[in-house]
């Protein structure tokens, strides 16, 4: 048990997001993950819930909760299918949030509702194939043509790609001035000159499409741009702040499910004629993946905490990120080991638990990035 008490609200809402994972999601999560099923279904009952939009004012057709009860419901779902977990973040974390943080009035009447309900999904387009961590090196382009900005490039690794009816991209109006000159825009994917190239096939988070894009000639209306020219990148790292607090919740919940599949499966499969769970060296495997796993929980609900406080959280939620990514990776490792050649097959869900994982310590900022952006921090506060 954590010593943070929750209110009558966040109770609700983690009790609601745990019902439904258990009911809708969990039931469905290994065949959706074997067949690269894209779960809509479980999304258009995720956004009547009001969970594709937590953080949306209810002005604009959201929730109107803190990020603190965000976490809470994400730790929940991520926990049934992390596919699932990451389309609920990349809605959330990193179109809602920007739009609703950067977005003029008649962005976010224009936008936000039909996001925050679930009738439309977003994505972030940033990434591109020689553009990830290294953001200035971007080659997508954008110039002014009268009423409209034309966009030209190719972005990679796109969460919901395949699915998004709304995109924000990111496109360079200036190369010469590198991450000075990056800006934001909001894309129809409608908009013709949009292309959905290959869906990647990949280790994890199967449940998902993951695609390239392809802009050609894509006319982007100029009301469509985000706060001004040149705030792009600006834009693109304070989303990315909170974005990294979902995938690190994301990472929890994996670690958490992971955990509690190990310890009933220690109590029900025997050796030597005892339960397996009566085992010292298994029971300090299971010591170690609890306390790994609380304390990736509270870094994430420090980080989570600190942003509903409006108190600059940049640092935390590297740490948290981090953290609980290689938690994650860790914990299913040793599940899969305490499962021995049962957790190497799919009739455990532990293995898709191990390949989820892995995805946590490389999107929205690899593990390296979280470790240089904490040193940064670190070393400009100690004096």
């Given at each position: 048990?954590?010593?943070i008490?929750?209110?009558?609200?966040?109770?609700?809402?983690?009790?609601?997001?745990?019902?439904?994972?258990?009911?809708?999601?969990?039931?469905?999560?290994?065949?959706?993950?074997k067949?690269?099923?894209?779960?809509?279904?479980?999304?258009?009952?995720?956004?009547?819930?009001?969970?594709?939009?937590?953080?949306?004012?209810?002005?604009?057709?959201?929730?109107?909760?803190?990020?603190?009860?965000?976490?809470?419901?994400?730790?929940?779902?991520?926990?049934?299918?992390?596919?699932?977990?990451?389309?609920?973040?990349?809605?959330?974390?990193?179109?809602?949030?920007?739009l609703?943080?950067?977005?003029?009035?008649?962005?976010?009447?224009?936008?936000?509702?039909?996001?925050?309900?679930?009738?439309?999904?977003?994505?972030?387009?940033?990434?591109?194939?020689?553009?990830?961590s290294?953001?200035?090196?971007?080659?997508?382009?954008?110039?002014?043509?009268?009423?409209?900005?034309?966009?030209?490039?190719?972005?990679?690794?796109?969460?919901?790609?395949?699915?998004?009816?709304?995109?924000?991209?990111?496109?360079?109006?200036?190369?010469?001035?590198?991450?000075?000159?990056?800006?934001?825009?909001?894309?129809?994917?409608?908009?013709?000159?949009?292309?959905?190239?290959?869906?990647?096939?990949?280790?994890?988070?199967?449940?998902?499409?993951?695609?390239?894009?392809?802009?050609?000639?894509?006319?982007?209306?100029?009301e469509?741009?985000?706060?001004?020219?040149?705030?792009?990148?600006?834009i693109?790292?304070?989303?990315?702040?909170?974005?990294?607090?979902?995938?690190?919740?994301?990472?929890?919940?994996?670690?958490?499910?992971?955990?509690?599949?190990?310890?009933?499966?220690?109590?029900?499969?025997?050796?030597f004629?005892?339960?397996?769970?009566?085992?010292?060296?298994?029971?300090?495997?299971?010591?170690?993946?609890?306390?790994?796993?609380?304390?990736s929980?509270?870094?994430?609900?420090?980080?989570?905490?600190?942003?509903?406080?409006?108190?600059?959280?940049?640092?935390?939620?590297?740490?948290?990120?981090?953290?609980?990514?290689?938690?994650?990776?860790?914990?299913?490792?040793k599940?899969?080991?305490?499962?021995?050649?049962?957790?190497?097959?799919?009739?455990?869900?532990?293995?898709?638990?191990?390949?989820?994982?892995?995805?946590?310590?490389?999107?929205e900022?690899?593990?390296?990035?979280?470790?240089?952006?904490?040193?940064?921090?670190?070393?400009?506060?100690?004096?």
């Amino acid at each position: 048990m954590s010593i943070i008490s929750l209110t009558e609200e966040q109770k609700m809402v983690r009790n609601t997001a745990q019902e439904f994972m258990e009911n809708e999601i969990k039931p469905v999560a290994a065949i959706n993950d074997k067949e690269h099923r894209f779960p809509k279904e479980i999304i258009n009952k995720l956004g009547e819930l009001g969970f594709m939009g937590m953080n949306v004012p209810e002005e604009h057709g959201g929730s109107g909760l803190d990020y603190f009860s965000y976490v809470l419901a994400l730790e929940e779902i991520s926990k049934g299918c992390a596919s699932t977990g990451v389309i609920m973040s990349v809605n959330n974390s990193l179109v809602c949030s920007p739009l609703k943080t950067f977005g003029n009035t008649d962005q976010k009447l224009s936008f936000l509702k039909d996001l925050a309900s679930g009738n439309k999904l977003g994505c972030f387009m940033l990434s591109e194939p020689e553009a990830g961590s290294d953001v200035a090196s971007m080659k997508t382009t954008a110039f002014l043509d009268g009423d409209y900005y034309i966009l030209n490039g190719t972005k990679s690794w796109i969460t919901n790609g395949a699915e998004a009816d709304l995109a924000i991209v990111f496109a360079s109006t200036d190369r010469s001035l590198k991450h000075k000159g990056i800006s934001a825009f909001i894309v129809d994917m409608k908009t013709p000159g949009i292309n959905i190239g290959k869906l990647e096939d990949k280790l994890g988070i199967r449940a998902t499409s993951t695609a390239q894009i392809f802009f050609e000639d894509c006319k982007i209306p100029r009301e469509n741009l985000l706060r001004s020219e040149g705030e792009g990148f600006k834009i693109a790292l304070h989303t990315l702040d909170g974005g990294r607090i979902g995938i690190a919740t994301q990472a929890v919940g994996i670690a958490q499910a992971a955990l509690e599949e190990s310890a009933r499966y220690m109590k029900e499969r025997k050796a030597f004629g005892r339960p397996i769970s009566d085992f010292q060296g298994l029971q300090f495997m299971i010591a170690d993946m609890a306390t790994k796993t609380e304390a990736s929980r509270l870094l994430v609900w420090q980080a989570a905490i600190m942003k509903d406080q409006n108190i600059k959280y940049g640092k935390q939620s590297a740490m948290a990120k981090l953290f609980a990514a290689e938690t994650a990776m860790w914990v299913t490792t040793k599940a899969i080991q305490i499962h021995g050649g049962y957790g190497y097959t799919t009739d455990y869900p532990v293995e898709r638990f191990f390949r989820d994982a892995k995805i946590t310590e490389i999107y929205e900022g690899t593990s390296e990035i979280q470790r240089l952006v904490i040193a940064r921090e670190t070393l400009k506060e100690i004096q």
